[in-house]
């Protein structure tokens, strides 16, 4: 394709495009469409096969082939190439949280013996997931049990993990699990395993049920467990002691790029027997997210995240000498304040800062700038207005953006000390009543 068309289409179709330059595009994009041409897009440069957009005749790109064509790789969760309405949309309600009915949610993650053509696909490779794909339904429930049980609040001991924390924390997911229905009466605390621990006790209950009482689901439970790698359709542990745990069905696991390690993971598993006449329970499927340790499942997006988060814990200490007290998240679900741009994706930032004095007052946005291509760059820069929008929802105020950028200063030492005093002099000026950004 030439530069000349990728502008058009960049200018008239992208995230950013004004209305100016659309019908241009679309006529580029029906010649496209008359000669069954389809785009290789650019916004994973580090990939082998290129993610793939097929325009649609009066319409834009369609992001994914339909069918879908194996192998796929998703396009970048800052693709410009959202506008798709009909996946977009789909996609940015899979990132909202789920309505409750008298504070219970709802989820039927097992359907009944027709699922069974569903699992027991041993070749299906690893599916990666990120915020251009859908969020499975395991992944609404965990984010859906994290946040409530508070996991994605980060607290300055969160880096010291003990076994008090960890069963302090697995306590309150517990208590987070009374409020999700996962077939009818039958509440998720009574069908969760919180470490690997209590597997053998979950599994023998499911086993013991009896199939008809279950409706149209059937007896299943979920399993909540720290691990290390996937290998093979196994997850492994960082233990030699503890046997690889085999997953029948499908696995996703959440991260931008191909290769990175970015051990420990936290799993959601999905465990039931894998067909009628199964008399054990096993791993039907599985979704995967990087957590920050093994007692504190916050989940983090990678690696670097987890460098910002040891970058803002170290400002914290700075601030609480000055009796400044802030309250660091890591949000997991959309906070798009544009109702009307549906098309848009889910706006969900890295981290947010709150000034405990000054609840009300304007949040600092923390993004964590992954990577040093340009495209990807340049992208994510231009996803400001969009980050700094979610105060609208209670202000006029627009929130206060930072990124932490390693990969723009000449040592790791001086981005280190950037981030520091940005961070630290915006939450003064904010705990002052002073900020005038
Ligand atoms: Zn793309």
Redesign the pocket.
């Known amino acids: 394709m030439s530069d000349k068309d990728e502008e058009i289409f960049r200018e008239g179709l992208g995230f950013f495009a004004g209305p100016e330059l659309r019908p241009v595009a679309l006529a580029l994009i029906n010649s496209y469409s008359a000669n069954s041409m389809w785009v290789g ?4 440069p580090t990939e082998r096969i290129k ?1 793939r ?1 097929i325009p649609v005749t009066n319409a834009g790109f369609r ?1 994914d082939p339909d069918p879908p064509q194996p192998p796929l790789v998703p ?2 969760d800052v ?1 410009e ?1 959202n506008q798709d309405p009909v996946s977009a949309t789909r996609v940015r309600a899979s990132y909202k949280r789920r309505p409750r009915a008298n504070g219970i949610l709802k989820f039927r993650l097992a359907r009944g013996p027709s699922e069974e053509t569903q699992v027991r696909k041993p070749n299906t490779p690893v599916e990666r997931i990120n915020r ?1 794909t859908p969020r499975p339904g395991l992944a609404r429930m965990l984010c859906e049990l994290l946040t409530e049980a508070r996991v994605q609040e980060i607290n300055p001991e969160d880096h010291f993990p003990t076994l008090e924390r960890f069963n302090a924390m697995t306590g309150r997911i517990k208590a987070a699990a009374t409020q999700i229905e996962i077939a009818d009466g039958r509440f998720l605390n009574d069908w969760i395993a919180v470490g690997l621990s209590e597997l053998p006790a979950l599994k023998s209950r499911i086993a013991a049920e009896n199939a008809d009482d279950w409706g149209a689901s059937r007896p299943h439970g979920i399993l909540l467990c720290n691990f290390h790698d996937i290998r093979d359709r196994e997850i492994f542990f960082n233990n030699d002691q503890i046997s690889p745990v085999p997953v029948l069905g499908r696995i996703a696991v959440f991260g931008e790029r191909e290769a990175a390690n970015r051990h420990p993971y936290l799993a959601i598993c999905l465990i039931g027997k894998p067909d009628a006449k199964s008399s054990y329970p096993a791993v039907l499927r599985a979704y995967a997210h990087p957590c920050m340790n093994w007692a504190k499942w916050a989940l983090t997006d990678s690696i670097l995240e987890r460098e910002t988060i040891d970058a803002i814990q170290r400002c914290r200490f700075g601030l609480s000498n000055r009796d400044i007290q802030i309250r660091l998240t890591k949000p997991l679900f959309d906070m798009n304040v544009n109702m009307e741009g549906e098309t848009q994706p889910a706006c969900i930032p890295d981290f947010l800062i709150e000034v405990l004095s000054r609840p009300l007052s304007r949040t600092v946005v923390i993004e964590t700038m992954g990577y040093t291509d340009t495209r990807y760059r340049n992208r994510k820069l231009r996803l400001k207005d969009y980050f700094t929008a979610i105060d609208l929802r209670r202000s006029d105020k627009l929130a206060r953006l930072i990124h932490h950028d390693p990969s723009q200063f000449g040592s790791e030492d001086e981005a280190k000390r950037e981030f520091y005093k940005s961070l630290r002099d915006d939450i003064i000026s904010i705990n002052n009543g002073t900020d005038q950004f």
């Open positions: 897009c650019d916004c994973q993610p957009l992001r396009h970048s693709c190439f251009s």
